[in-house]
């Protein structure tokens, strides 16, 4: 069997717009879990604790950092200042 370049993988696995929005959607979801660890991690708490500040269980903030998609933006201010951050939001232009 003759070994596949990763960027030839890749072609045949984008080959649709609906898998590229895809990726698309996982990127995006990937970078929010990377902020709520950072948040978490600059804090310096645990997860008992910060859902003891959210006044949540440990299970709701462990299934909130492993899959952020359709997270409300009041829920992620919560989290932020829980952490003792703020978050700001900016635009980006195709």
Do not use: F, W
Not at 5 to 16: A, F, H, I, R, V
Not at 17 to 23: K, S, V
Not at 58 to 67: G, R
């Amino acid at each position: 069997m003759k070994p596949v370049e990763m960027n030839d993988l890749k072609g045949q696995m984008l080959n649709t717009e609906e898998a590229r929005e895809g990726l698309k959607e996982a990127d995006r979801n990937l970078a929010i879990v990377e902020l709520l660890h950072e948040m978490r991690a600059h804090a310096n708490i645990n997860r008992a604790e910060l859902a003891r500040r959210l006044n949540v269980t440990p299970s709701t903030v462990t299934q909130l950092e492993t899959n952020p998609g359709g997270v409300k933006l009041t829920t992620l201010d919560r989290y932020a200042a829980a952490c003792g951050v703020k978050i700001s939001i900016g635009i980006q232009y195709d």
